[in-house]
């Protein structure tokens, strides 16, 4: 079957911590990107990867971390210095060819609260 | 910049009517492609439909339409023969060509659909 995979769904953090969310894609896309969503609103974009061992920042990259090592795998850290980190965390991947005009697909997100 | 606007914040349908959710864009970039997704309650982001902005004809996904205006700049969804299973929160979204995967949401209409 493929698809993205989040993981994991439910993410529990205390304050000061770093943590790593997980996606994971077998579509065999080379465009990957992470966006933020809070309560009532559309998302917002953190971070995208056009290719492997490259990435650049969205709208509201601040707190934020990512790698890009493998064309299947692009995990977001979310560090202390992200000031308000609760959010839903969607991650979407795309072939990249933008000539086609080819859809964006999203995983099934992952809740992270901090406690 | 572009921008999305949704002005409808929620509505209520009857099962098996049609419904028109409304999208607007702002865009100065002549290349471009517009996104809706559906969310519902469990999270994940489903695509639904796709259109460009040089398509000629609008586009169609089974009971889902996409009404493109473009001089008006606008692209409205239409689900025919509602379903319960249609409640969900239904976003728009952009995506220029240059930059693709980079999408501007809207803020979202929350449907629900009756019996």
């Known amino acids: 079957d493929g698809g993205i995979t989040q993981s994991p769904k439910y993410l529990f953090r205390k304050e000061g911590q770093n943590v790593t969310l997980s996606c994971e894609q077998n579509?065999?896309?080379?465009?990957m990107y992470w966006y933020r969503q809070d309560p009532g609103q559309g998302l917002r974009l953190i971070y995208y990867?056009?290719?492997?061992?490259?990435?650049q920042k969205g709208d509201i990259a601040e707190g934020y971390s990512v790698s890009r090592e493998k064309k299947e795998s692009f995990p977001l850290t979310v560090t202390s210095a992200q000031k308000n980190p609760t959010a839903f965390y969607l991650c979407?991947?795309?072939?990249?060819?933008?000539?086609?005009?080819?859809?964006?697909?999203f995983g099934e997100g992952s809740w992270l609260t901090v406690v | 910049a572009q921008k999305i606007t949704q002005t409808q914040p929620g509505m209520f349908v009857q099962e098996k009517e049609a419904v028109t959710l409304d999208c607007t864009y702002d865009?100065?970039?002549?290349?471009?492609?517009l996104f809706w997704y559906k969310q519902p309650s469990s999270g994940e982001m489903i695509f639904l439909i796709y259109?460009?902005?040089?398509?000629?004809q609008n586009a169609t996904e089974g009971r889902y339409s996409l009404n493109f205006q473009k001089a008006r700049k606008s692209a409205n969804l239409v689900i025919s023969a509602s379903q319960l299973g249609d409640s969900a929160m239904y976003f728009c979204a952009m995506s220029l060509t240059d930059s693709w995967g980079k999408l501007q949401f809207g803020a979202g209409t929350q449907v629900v659909v009756t019996p």
């Open positions: 990867s056009q290719i492997v061992n490259d990435f």
């Open positions: 979407a991947s795309s072939t990249g060819d933008t000539v086609s005009g080819n859809t964006i697909y």
């Open positions: 865009t100065s970039d002549p290349s471009y492609g």
């Open positions: 259109q460009g902005s040089y398509d000629q």
């Open positions: 579509l065999n896309h080379d465009a």
